[in-house]
Nanobody, 117 residues
Framework: VQLVESGGGLVQPGGSLRLSCAASGFTFSIYHMKWHRQAPGKERELVATSTSPGGRITYADSVKGRFTISRDNTKKMLYLQMDSLKPEDTAVYYC???????????WGQGTQVTVSS
């Protein structure tokens, strides 16, 4: 199982970024996929979830209306479109995959997002 995040970087407040998570080594379509983030000195926070099957989507209150999670089961890709970014969105962003059969959880290595002027 491998998850590789990309798309992070430095952006000004109010700007946008699109994170990607490339998955391999497992049946992507039967996994719940999630984005998390961890800011310096803080605990890891669940940002957004896309369940399987059905694709039910949920967001943390702190990002609702600004972030959009999506997945492409054919390409085995997970995305996070982040708009109207704020300095408090600065964190390392991780994607995770949770098996709907075993409950096992797999993590990517993370990608840094810095929102600063």
């Amino acid at each position: 199982v491998q998850l590789v995040e990309s798309g992070g970087g430095l952006v000004q407040p109010g700007g946008s970024l699109r994170l990607s998570c490339a998955a391999s080594g497992f049946t992507f379509s039967i996994y719940h996929m999630k984005w998390h983030r961890q800011a310096p000195g803080k605990e890891r926070e669940l940002v957004a979830t896309s369940t399987s099957p059905g694709g039910r989507i949920t967001y943390a209150d702190s990002v609702k209306g600004r972030f959009t999670i999506s997945r492409d089961n054919t390409k085995k890709m997970l995305y996070l479109q982040m708009d109207s970014l704020k300095p408090e969105d600065t964190a390392v962003y991780y994607c995770s995959a949770t098996s709907t059969l075993t409950g096992n959880v797999y993590w990517g290595q993370g990608t840094q997002v810095t929102v600063s002027s």
